[in-house]
């Protein structure tokens, strides 16, 4: 899974902040359900009235949304890297548990009544 935020630096009275450019990462109906309804999960869903926002569940459940040309802190962007990061581990793990209970689970059966 590999996401990619594109920010660019700006001064609001003062106040150092990012301003979201970009953001690629998977949708939500790409990922497995188990993955996002987990905490730690990351993904883009569609939001309020049909934008693209990136949905960051971090570990403590709290959740945290960003779109394209939105303004957040240093410490959010933080945040939200950090949770990314973790996110990434999550979807592997995810990913093996259900390669191992699905294993064998190919091919068609017939079922006679």
């Known amino acids: 899974m590999s996401i990619k935020i594109k920010a660019e ?3 609001a009275m003062g106040e ?3 301003r979201i450019v970009s953001i690629d990462a998977l949708k939500e109906n790409e990922l497995p359900k188990r993955y ?3 905490l730690g999960a990351v993904y883009l869903t569609t939001y309020k009235k049909g934008d693209e926002w990136l949905w960051v569940r ?3 459940g709290a959740s945290l949304l960003t779109k394209k040309g939105k303004f957040i ?8 890297l950090n949770t990314c990061k973790e996110a990434g581990i999550l979807l592997r793990k995810v990913y093996l548990e259900l390669e191992v209970e ?4 190919e091919g068609e059966e017939t079922f006679v009544i």
Do not use: Q, R
Not at 73 to 80: A, C, D, I, L, Q
Not at 102 to 105: F, I, Q, R, T
């Open 9 to 11: 630096k700006e001064l």
């Open 16 to 18: 150092k902040l990012y």
């Open 36 to 38: 996002t309804k987990a």
């Open 58 to 60: 971090n570990s403590t």
């Open 73 to 80: 802190s240093p410490e959010k962007m933080e945040e939200v």
């Open 102 to 105: 699905n294993e064998g689970w």
